[in-house]
């Protein structure tokens, strides 16, 4: 169940709507479907739910604090292991980013292959009424990891850093969103849901780009 708190029928919904969000977006998906593909009646959704708004809300918040959770809960014990020192880059980039492209089912065992495509499509182009939760919920620990990040390079000016971290952080965001779609995406040459790749393979992009020498 996504959220035990909401019972078996309330997750039976946000599973479903989870799914559904991802598949087609906010806008193409509408409370009748969703009811109709988890087997409730629409009063069992506006019961927890007052409109489509407030559970596509409630689905991303809940997935936007599990993924700062697990991020902020390593970086801290990566910082508390070097006793105050710098944690290495590569260790910083893999904390952004495999919660979000390969989590560990033992820490995640709920955030699958929809969660990460819902949170990629989400975050590529937000909706209006989600600002309040990429607030609270999400910017902190992107913050913070890119504050880790930013004592790898204390001589690049400020605006250059956040430059090349937006680029980084939005291209974590389109792996996400991409991942179940990469054969047709690269005409066969990559495999869909191939999770180690696209870590690796981020992995080595973002250490570049962040610290690709400006003189070449």
């Not at 087609?24 to 506006?46: D, F, H, M, P, Q």
């Not at 990566?78 to 952004?96: F, H, K, Q, S, Y």
């Not at 890119?146 to 250059?160: K, S, V, Y």
């Amino acid at each position: 169940m996504l959220i035990d708190a909401y019972g078996e029928t309330g997750a039976k919904v946000l599973t479903t709507a989870e799914t559904l969000f991802a598949e087609y977006g906010y806008a193409g998906v509408s409370l009748r479907r969703i009811t109709a593909e988890a087997g409730v009646n629409l009063a069992a959704v506006n019961y927890h739910y007052s409109d489509k708004q407030s559970l596509y809300t409630e689905i991303l918040a809940y997935r936007l604090r599990q993924l700062s959770s697990v991020r902020l809960d390593r970086l801290a014990e990566a910082e508390a292991r070097t006793g105050g020192g710098t944690v290495p880059l590569a260790e910083i980039v893999d904390i952004l980013a495999q919660p979000f492209l390969q989590p560990d089912e033992s820490i995640l065992p709920t955030f699958g292959p929809a969660s990460r495509r819902l949170l990629g499509r989400a975050l590529i182009e937000p909706l209006g009424f989600l600002a309040p939760v990429l607030a609270a919920d999400f910017q902190p620990a992107v913050a913070r990891c890119g504050q880790a990040l930013r004592r790898h390079l204390p001589a690049l000016p400020p605006a250059d850093f956040l430059w090349r971290y937006s680029f980084v952080v939005g291209a974590l965001h389109h792996a996400a969103a991409a991942l179940h779609d990469m054969k047709t995406l690269t005409t066969g040459l990559c495999a869909n849901e191939d999770s180690a790749a696209a870590l690796r393979n981020f992995r080595r992009f973002a250490v570049a780009a962040l610290t690709s020498d400006e003189s070449r």
